[in-house]
T-cell receptor
């Protein structure tokens, strides 16, 4: 298995509080991603990173921020958690192959977040 | 229109049958296509990827790609109860920086 860990694995928090989720990899992969998964929506990209300090928004980035100060760590912050952010969050890593390569993503175990 | 569409299912097939999972995508510039399997409560794992028109076989799995029709499929031969999972179709866009996932098809293989 790819060396990806997420912490915490489960969290219950209250509306309005800040929350930070951590993704840690030991594969030295350049690309890291944060997704949320909700019933009926599949995986939706929140933010991604293509290098240290290089990040960009995905399709559902509102209310989330990210930081990547080291290759191995990618943090996702919910600045003021809302009930609509209750979800399962997955981190993924990849090493993009250029010229139509496969860009396989390896996923972490997920974090189940409940916002009351 | 969603960028990657799948029938949510559930798709139910008897053990030993062929399961056929389908996916359509909207971005004609898409170059790479993936099938991930996700067991309940677990993270997705890659089964196959394909980027050329036609068929690609790997054991009991065959991925089929038709770029003209913007259609990708996954066939599972000799389906086993252990194949029961949600299958996610995914498409790389924007030169590979982003991957868009479909909502997934739930497959049940009845023993």
């Amino acid at each position: 298995d790819a060396g990806i860990t997420q912490s915490p694995r489960h969290k219950v928090t209250e509306t309005g509080t800040p929350v930070t989720l951590r993704c840690h990899q030991t594969e030295n992969h350049r690309y890291m991603y944060w997704y949320r998964q909700d019933p009926g929506h599949g995986l939706r990209l929140i933010h991604y990173s293509y290098g240290v300090k290089d990040t960009d928004k995905g399709e559902v980035s509102d209310g989330y921020s990210v930081s990547r100060s080291k290759t191995e760590d990618f943090l996702l912050t919910l600045e003021s958690a809302t009930s609509s952010q209750t979800s399962v969050y997955f981190c993924a890593i990849s090493e993009l192959q250029l010229a139509g390569g496969d860009n396989e993503q390896f996923f972490g175990p997920g974090t189940r977040l409940t916002v009351l | 229109q969603k960028e990657v569409e799948q029938n949510s299912g559930p798709l139910s097939v008897p053990e030993g049958a062929i399961a056929s999972l389908n996916c359509t995508y909207s971005d004609r510039g898409s170059q790479s296509f993936f099938w991930y399997r996700q067991y309940s409560g677990k993270s997705p794992e890659l089964i196959m990827f394909i980027y050329s028109n036609g068929d690609k076989e790997d054991g009991r799995f065959t991925a089929q790609l038709n770029k003209a029709s913007q259609y990708v499929s996954l066939l599972i031969r000799d389906s086993q109860p252990s194949d029961s999972a949600t299958y996610l179709c995914a498409v790389n866009i924007l030169g590979g920086f982003k991957t868009i996932f479909g909502a997934g098809t739930r497959l049940f293989v009845k023993a």
